[in-house]
């Protein structure tokens, strides 16, 4: 049983550019969570997702963020037009059951913006 | 503060000592969680603790929970080199109306020296 994925594990932008980060669940996970994470820092829940829906979005920040698990394919955190500050890693994780439970995470995408 | 502060945030100490790290939290839980973090890595989950619960173990972990104090306890028994990560409490919220989501804690960074 493959654990949850993420790439790519390093990403490396230029300020104003794009960054696509990936997800692919635990097998029979529906249930998706982004969190962020700053050096030295805890993490910081961003977004709860089940396909084709976003359950939370408490924690994304009003501009430059989406988030998407589409019927297919992986769970995808965008952002556009990255800035210094959005340098952090980033961590995917799932459940079984709702949030409330075990979540399995992934290895995070480490992203650097230049 | 924060909901799900650990203390100490760093613990140093040799191998074969038991080591004991607290979370305190703010509002009323489900359940507590406790999660490691080795450097780079995505998180692990090592216990659920439930708010009816007052203590429960896994191998050489034990945690306690005290609800009318609103923290925890986590100790890690005959310590090894091996055990050296970052730990984390997470709550979750006893009504899913007030967030539907897990709150990490900023963590306790555990040295384990040889």
């Known amino acids: 049983n493959a654990g949850v994925m993420q790439n790519p594990r390093h990403l490396v932008r230029r300020r104003g550019q794009e960054a696509r980060l990936r997800c692919s669940p635990m097998?029979?996970?529906?249930?998706v969570y982004w969190y962020r994470q700053l050096p030295e820092e805890g993490l910081k829940f961003m977004v709860y997702?089940?396909?084709?829906?976003?359950?939370?979005e408490s924690g994304m920040p009003k501009e430059r963020f989406s988030a998407e698990f589409p019927k297919e394919g992986p769970s995808i955190l965008r952002i556009q037009q990255v800035v210094r500050g959005d340098s952090a890693a980033y961590f995917c994780?799932?459940?079984?059951?709702?949030?409330?439970?075990?979540?399995?995470f992934g290895p995070g995408t480490r992203l650097t913006v230049t | 503060s924060q909901q799900g502060e650990e203390d100490p945030q760093a613990l140093s100490i040799q191998e074969g000592e038991n080591a004991t790290m607290n979370c305190s939290y703010k509002?009323?839980?489900?359940?507590l969680q406790w999660y490691r973090q080795n450097s780079g890595r995505g998180l692990v989950h090592l216990i659920l603790?439930?708010?009816?619960?007052r203590e429960k173990h896994s191998g050489r972990l034990r945690v306690t929970l005290d609800t009318s104090k609103k923290s925890s306890s986590l100790l890690i028994t005959a310590s090894r080199a091996a055990d050296t990560a970052s730990y984390f409490c997470?709550?979750?919220?006893?009504?899913?109306?007030?967030?539907?989501?897990?709150?990490f804690g900023t963590g306790t960074q555990l040295k384990v020296e040889l």
């Open positions: 994780a799932s459940s079984f059951q709702g949030p409330r439970y075990e979540q399995y």
């Open positions: 097998k029979g996970h529906s249930h």
């Open positions: 997702l089940q396909k084709e829906n976003i359950i939370d």
């Open positions: 509002t009323s839980i489900n359940n």
């Open positions: 603790i439930r708010s009816n619960e």
């Open positions: 997470a709550t979750a919220p006893l009504f899913t109306g007030g967030g539907n989501k897990l709150t």
